[in-house]
């Protein structure tokens, strides 16, 4: 989902915390929020999911993550865990392998997630 301007300079406004309940909630949802040759901002949900167990995620960009909702557990490639709770942020520098080992699903994590070159 972009930005869409309402009248000439105004952009529509949406509130982070909005879920269409009639979406599928399977797979990870991804919503952009802005997106330019520096950054991209997204609006990620999900409910209960995990990454594969032998497979790492591994951004080309720095990406600064907060979980607005929800509990998470990220497993790096070093063997270090961190638990996330609401409102807890942290910064996963660019080529830094990592997963996501849980995600609540009640509530359903919202995160908001910052990626910059």
Known sequence: MAWNLCRKGIVCMNNIFSINQDLDFKNE????????????????VSSGQSTNE???????????????????????????????????????????KHRVNYTSLNPQCIWLAIHIK
């Open 29 to 44: 949802l991804f919503f952009e929020l802005f997106k330019n040759d520096n950054c991209l901002i997204e609006k990620i």
């Open 54 to 96: 032998n497979e790492w995620l591994e951004e080309d960009s720095n990406e600064f993550v907060i979980l607005l909702q929800g509990e998470s557990e990220l497993k790096f490639e070093t063997g270090e865990k961190i638990v996330l709770k609401k409102g807890d942020y942290l910064l996963i520098p660019a080529k830094t």
